[in-house]
């Protein structure tokens, strides 16, 4: 699931018929077909299945946590090519978290071994520090269990010394390097040990997240080929995938990986909270009880626990009581099922994700809420 909040005046454009991208970015135009990079202007939006709503270009999937990438709109450039861009978090002026969000693309081709590639694109950053940026290709699609970005991927890391150029506050970047496999996959985020030190003023959102924004993303290989046999199946993939993500839902089916997964998610609403409170109500507690023991018995791989606040009151203190709710149902359902304490996790967001708007009363009272997601296999 993911989703991006953007200046008003931005159009979310998408192009809803998949013959027509793969025929532009497959075409007989040599260039065009050595592009690996999925919808590398971020013009196709996705239309996600789970809320029904814009989210991120398509092909384009946020993991660690499964978030929707908001920002202030003061706090977003304006795109340097078409209308949109991708935004990519890089640090939080609040935490230093030992997992970072980040954000991956199934490539069009695999890399091959020993060829050299050429990464180029543009990127802003709205005036704060550019520390760096990593693109990390891996063979195993990051969303799967057994990643690691440490140790399953080729790190290809750019900053400030790799600007070629400026155009309008969009720095060009330009990097090559020779591929060590056939990665199937690219992250880009933040994989670096050292923290990213940003003031308080430099954050963009509510939750304190800082992001880098991209443009006009292309992979690239330096000896020009014909694409690959599969290129139009994986863009096919790319776009078809609109679910939230999890650690087991994947776009490029693994034929090793059996059984497979689905996600069920339970929504627990504000009701069973009182007010700024995140011990569950003594009246509720019957309810939690017996939900938690019907997850006996169930072939469940993990139970992620999000708590959601509206988008009144400080931000601060909204992730602190998002995060304080969400561990206070994971708690309770520990305590009932105790046997599912290796596989449950529990995370606070704030007002990330809305489902509805936070402009009238009957909408934030949707938007607080915690979410468990039941990620069960199937046989």
């Given at each position: 699931?993911?989703?991006?909040?953007?200046?008003?005046?931005?159009?979310?454009?998408?192009?809803p018929f998949?013959?027509?991208?793969?025929?532009?970015?497959?075409?007989n135009?040599p260039l065009a077909?050595?592009?690996?990079?999925?919808?590398?202007?971020?013009?196709d939006?996705?239309?996600?299945?789970e809320?029904?709503a814009p989210c991120?270009?398509?092909?384009?999937?946020?993991?660690?946590?499964?978030?929707?990438?908001?920002?202030?709109?003061?706090?977003?450039?304006?795109?340097?090519?078409?209308?949109?861009f991708l935004?990519?978090?890089?640090?939080?002026?609040?935490?230093?978290?030992?997992?970072?969000?980040?954000?991956y693309?199934?490539?069009?081709?695999?890399?091959?071994?020993?060829?050299?590639?050429?990464?180029?694109?543009?990127?802003?950053?709205?005036?704060?520090?550019?520390?760096e940026l990593d693109?990390?290709?891996?063979?195993?699609?990051?969303?799967?269990?057994?990643y690691?970005?440490?140790?399953?991927?080729?790190?290809?890391?750019?900053n400030s010394t790799?600007?070629?150029d400026?155009v309008?506050g969009?720095?060009?970047?330009?990097?090559?390097?020779?591929?060590?496999?056939?990665?199937?996959?690219c992250?880009?985020?933040?994989?670096?040990?050292a923290?990213f030190?940003?003031?308080?003023?430099?954050?963009?959102?509510?939750s304190?997240?800082?992001?880098?924004?991209?443009d006009?993303v292309?992979?690239?290989?330096?000896?020009?080929?014909a694409?690959?046999?599969?290129a139009?199946?994986?863009?096919?993939m790319a776009?078809?995938?609109n679910?939230?993500?999890?650690?087991?839902?994947?776009?490029?089916?693994v034929?090793?990986?059996?059984?497979?997964f689905i996600?069920?998610?339970?929504r627990?609403?504000?009701?069973y909270?009182?007010?700024?409170?995140?011990?569950?109500?003594?009246?509720?507690?019957?309810f939690i009880?017996?939900?938690a023991?019907?997850?006996?018995?169930?072939?469940?791989?993990?139970?992620s626990?999000?708590?959601y606040?509206?988008?009144?009151?400080?931000s601060?203190?909204?992730?602190?009581?998002?995060?304080?709710?969400?561990a206070?149902?994971?708690?309770?359902i520990?305590s009932?099922?105790?046997?599912?304490?290796?596989?449950?996790?529990?995370?606070?967001?704030?007002a990330l994700?809305?489902?509805?708007s936070?402009?009238?009363?009957?909408?934030?009272?949707?938007?607080?809420?915690v979410e468990?997601?039941?990620?069960?296999?199937?046989?």
């Amino acid at each position: 699931m993911r989703t991006v909040e953007r200046k008003s005046h931005y159009l979310l454009h998408y192009l809803p018929f998949l013959p027509l991208i793969t025929a532009l970015m497959l075409g007989n135009h040599p260039l065009a077909a050595q592009q690996f990079f999925v919808n590398n202007g971020f013009e196709d939006i996705n239309i996600c299945a789970e809320y029904h709503a814009p989210c991120a270009p398509e092909g384009w999937f946020y993991l660690h946590p499964v978030t929707n990438p908001l920002v202030t709109g003061s706090a977003t450039p304006s795109p340097l090519l078409g209308h949109n861009f991708l935004l990519v978090p890089m640090a939080n002026v609040y935490e230093n978290p030992k997992q970072r969000p980040f954000v991956y693309s199934l490539l069009s081709c695999s890399l091959v071994p020993l060829a050299a590639y050429r990464i180029r694109f543009y990127i802003h950053t709205m005036r704060r520090t550019f520390y760096e940026l990593d693109f990390c290709f891996s063979d195993a699609e990051p969303s799967l269990m057994y990643y690691d970005a440490s140790k399953s991927c080729q790190m290809v890391r750019v900053n400030s010394t790799h600007v070629l150029d400026e155009v309008k506050g969009w720095q060009l970047i330009e990097v090559q390097f020779v591929a060590t496999a056939a990665a199937k996959f690219c992250s880009i985020g933040n994989f670096s040990e050292a923290p990213f030190s940003y003031p308080l003023k430099d954050r963009m959102s509510k939750s304190g997240n800082v992001y880098y924004f991209l443009d006009d993303v292309k992979l690239n290989p330096l000896e020009p080929d014909a694409p690959c046999d599969d290129a139009g199946k994986n863009i096919e993939m790319a776009y078809a995938q609109n679910y939230r993500h999890s650690e087991y839902i994947a776009v490029k089916p693994v034929e090793v990986l059996k059984p497979t997964f689905i996600n069920d998610t339970i929504r627990i609403p504000a009701a069973y909270f009182d007010v700024g409170k995140s011990s569950v109500k003594e009246n509720r507690m019957a309810f939690i009880d017996s939900l938690a023991l019907s997850f006996s018995g169930r072939p469940i791989a993990q139970i992620s626990i999000y708590g959601y606040t509206d988008a009144t009151g400080d931000s601060t203190l909204n992730v602190v009581l998002s995060e304080q709710r969400a561990a206070s149902i994971r708690n309770r359902i520990i305590s009932v099922v105790p046997e599912f304490a290796r596989v449950i996790r529990s995370e606070g967001l704030g007002a990330l994700q809305p489902r509805a708007s936070n402009n009238t009363i009957a909408g934030r009272a949707l938007n607080r809420r915690v979410e468990i997601v039941l990620t069960c296999k199937i046989k």
